[in-house]
């Protein structure tokens, strides 16, 4: 297809993103993409009425949508609903962009009638007809993938952190160890690891989940951290609790110098913020979530928020090529 049958919509929380992702095609690529923001009607109810600004009749879209907001499941109604009313004005095609695709982590069941959840969620999105493809960074899992109808282009932050400490903790790093929560985040902490040094090891965490959103750290396997600096890295931070109890193991039990954490997904609920400034350890996100400019400044003592956008841009862009590869922006 011709550039010219490409848009950009954005819904609410998102046009800050897509319109910087429009601004560095143009930049990099010389190619116009435009840009509209959908709106959300909300009805004294809590219905929700999703608006489309201009025609879209046989042109495909890249709809930029925020799974956080305000929660996961009016946003999740409000994105299928916005879905339809694309599909009722004849849009030529849809290619989700969801930076954080929420529900991810249930996918699978850990007791008696319960739901797959994350299953049940990617057909809810990918159901309408029209929604030909996903981009998304950082899915919980890599076979959640398998989970949708179409294909999924599931981008990766590790080049964004690993440039992000490789200029903060200087070229030697010979003292560093990066450091998995969880079994869960092995692989993906190994990935990093050889993104920032081809020498750079690898030790791994084991805990317990009592409950929802509780855990608790039985143990680690790996090299020694003692007088290491630390880069913990996770795919996302929800209440923090398991970040937390591996912080205060790693500096109280085990004599780590400094602990740098780092997450795809920083949603910190349950008053998380407060914890982790009280801690006083750096914390470094993506944009993935968005947030305001105050949320940014009444935390930027702890917290760094790296963009998105640029990764984002080429993505779109090499997705709207026939034969473009986004595999290769992960590598």
């Given amino acids: 297809m011709e550039h010219s049958q490409f848009v950009i919509l954005s819904a609410p929380g998102m046009h800050g993103m897509a319109q910087s992702v429009c601004d560095k095609i143009k930049a990099k690529y010389g ?134 400490y490789q200029e903060l903790l200087g070229p030697d790093l010979s003292d560093v160890v990066v450091v998995a929560p969880d079994f869960g985040d092995a692989a993906r902490a190994d990935a990093f690891a050889k993104r920032l040094g081809e020498d750079v090891p690898v030790t791994i965490f084991r805990k317990n989940r009592p409950a929802a959103n509780q855990s608790e750290v039985i143990g680690y396997m790996g090299v020694d951290v003692r007088d290491k600096r630390i880069i913990l890295y996770d795919d996302m931070i929800d209440s923090g609790g398991t970040v937390r109890g591996v912080m205060e193991k790693l500096v109280t039990d085990l004599g780590a110098t400094e602990v740098h954490v780092c997450a795809t997904h920083g949603i910190f609920s349950d008053g998380a913020e407060e914890a982790f400034r009280s801690l006083g350890h750096p914390v470094a996100c993506t944009d993935s979530i968005p947030r305001t400019s105050e949320y940014l400044e009444a935390n930027a003592s702890w917290l760094t928020v790296l963009s998105f956008d640029e990764l984002l841009a080429s993505a779109v862009y090499e997705a709207s090529l026939m034969g473009g590869s986004v595999s290769k922006l992960s590598k």
Avoid: W
């Avoid at 809590?46 to 929660?71: A, K, M, S, W």
């Avoid at 249930?106 to 990617?122: F, G, L, T, Y």
């Fill in 31 to 164: 190619v116009d993409f435009p840009h509209h923001e959908i709106s959300l009607d909300v009805f004294k109810s809590g219905e929700i009425l999703p608006r489309i600004p201009e025609t879209v009749r046989r042109q495909h879209v890249f709809l930029f949508f925020p799974l956080q907001l305000p929660d996961p499941n009016f946003a999740l109604i409000a994105c299928y609903l916005t879905c339809d009313a694309l599909m009722r004005a004849h849009v030529g095609g849809i290619t989700l962009v969801i930076p954080n695709a929420v529900y991810m982590r249930q996918d699978r069941k850990n007791e008696k009638r319960e739901p797959i959840s994350a299953r049940a969620i990617a057909d809810l999105l990918t159901m309408n007809p029209k929604v030909e493809g996903i981009i998304a960074t950082d899915l919980h899992t890599q076979q959640a993938e398998g989970f949708f109808r179409c294909g999924v282009d599931n981008l990766t932050s590790r080049q964004l952190f690993a440039k992000h």
